[in-house]
Structures are given as C-alpha cells and as structure tokens.
C-alpha cells in the first residue's frame, strides 16, 4: 500500500521547468497590459464624482454615466 500524499519536496516535480517560465512569462506581460476595465475603473477612481457614483451604482454604470457619451457644446 503506497501513500496517497506527495513529499512536500517532490511536490513540483511533475511541473516541467520550461512550461513554468511560460508562465511566469505569460504572468508579467498580463500584468503590464491592462483591461479595458481595468482601464475605465483607474478613470474613474480618479474622477471623484464618478468614484462616489461607483460605489452606489458601481463601476461600469459610473463610467458610463461620467466618460460614456462625450459632451459636445
């Protein structure tokens, strides 16, 4: 009868160490390429009125309320 738990120092061991570094790759260019959402909450985290919206209607109706429609006069 074999155990059915891992040694905690052979646990990574079935992880392939070029696919790893993909990862972490594909992570770090993830991490400088932002969302669009990501993109219009940083807009209207710095826009105070839109903040105050977002937190009684959230986010993407804030943004859209503030920065949806230009305003042209």
Do not use: W
Request: hydrophobic share 25%; glycine share 6%; with cysteine.
């Amino acid at each position: 009868f074999s155990d059915p738990f891992i040694n905690r120092r052979r646990a990574n061991d079935f992880i392939q160490a070029g696919s790893r570094l993909e990862s972490i790759s594909r992570e770090r260019i993830r991490e400088r390429v932002k969302g669009p959402q990501e993109r219009q909450r940083e807009a209207c985290e710095n826009y105070y009125p839109c903040e105050q919206y977002a937190f009684r209607h959230g986010y993407a109706a804030a943004y859209k309320h503030y920065f949806g429609r230009r305003r042209t006069k």
